[in-house]
Antibody, heavy 118, light 113 residues
């Protein structure tokens, strides 16, 4: 069974940083393409970024609102995906979901809440 | 950039009756490999999203057969043949054909009894 467990969310002031983690199990992580998707309170879903698998060089793509501020990385030895978020803004507040790509976005984690507020 | 437009945004339904949600893209979603990368997701209240349909019309594992997807090019539809109470939630379409800029979700359609 595929499991994706996010952690690292919390309250941070504007301009601050936070690192989210996603512990994966139930599939071969090092070949998996992974994405982060977020959801502001009471709003819809917004794709944040994607990281390809090891065999594709682990290249990344980011949505325009987070480009240059957010960085995805992975530790295949720990089956863990990360999202480093810098220069956080109030608009970055929301639940962040870790997802695995199979025919676009397939599996979802339970999400972790990030609140950016002074 | 491609824009995904869902309608209606709110859909009151009666138990046992059919329901239909439309998703239109500003550009054709047919990719160069011949596939159309359009998925549907369900998000029940308080839960994570769950994939229902992939590549227009393929039901994901464990999805009841009362859910079906259809469409082509720029116009797509999710249909529920007979709505059940557990179907309450928000439904999203997602395109993955045009890259960059990356995945694009529709605004969501709230289905309520």
């Amino acid at each position: 069974e595929v499991q994706l467990v996010e952690s690292g969310g919390g309250l941070v002031t504007p301009g601050g940083s936070l690192r989210l983690s996603c512990a994966a199990s139930g599939f071969t992580f090092n070949n998996a393409w992974m994405s982060w998707v977020r959801q502001a309170p009471g709003k819809g879903l917004e794709w944040v970024g994607r990281m390809k698998g090891y065999s594709e060089g682990g290249t990344t793509d980011y949505a325009t609102p987070v480009k240059g501020r957010f960085t995805m990385s992975r530790d295949d030895s720990k089956s863990t995906l990360y999202l480093q978020m810098n220069s956080l803004k109030t608009d970055d507040t929301g639940v962040y979901y870790c997802t695995r790509e199979t025919d676009l976005i397939g599996d979802w984690g339970q999400g972790t809440l990030v609140t950016v507020s002074s | 950039d491609v824009v995904m437009t869902q309608s209606p945004l709110s859909l009151p339904v009666t138990l046992g009756q059919p329901a239909s949600i439309s998703c239109r893209s500003s550009q054709s979603l047919v990719y160069s490999d011949g596939n159309t990368y359009l998925n549907w997701y369900q998000q029940r209240p308080g839960q994570s999203p769950r994939r229902l349909i992939y590549k227009v019309s393929n039901r994901a594992s464990g999805v009841p057969d009362r859910f079906s997807g259809s469409g082509s090019g720029t116009d797509f539809t999710l249909k529920i043949s007979r709505v059940e109470a557990e179907d309450v939630g928000v439904y999203y379409c997602l395109q993955g054909t045009h890259w960059p800029p990356g995945y694009t979700f529709g605004q969501g359609t709230k289905l309520e009894i």
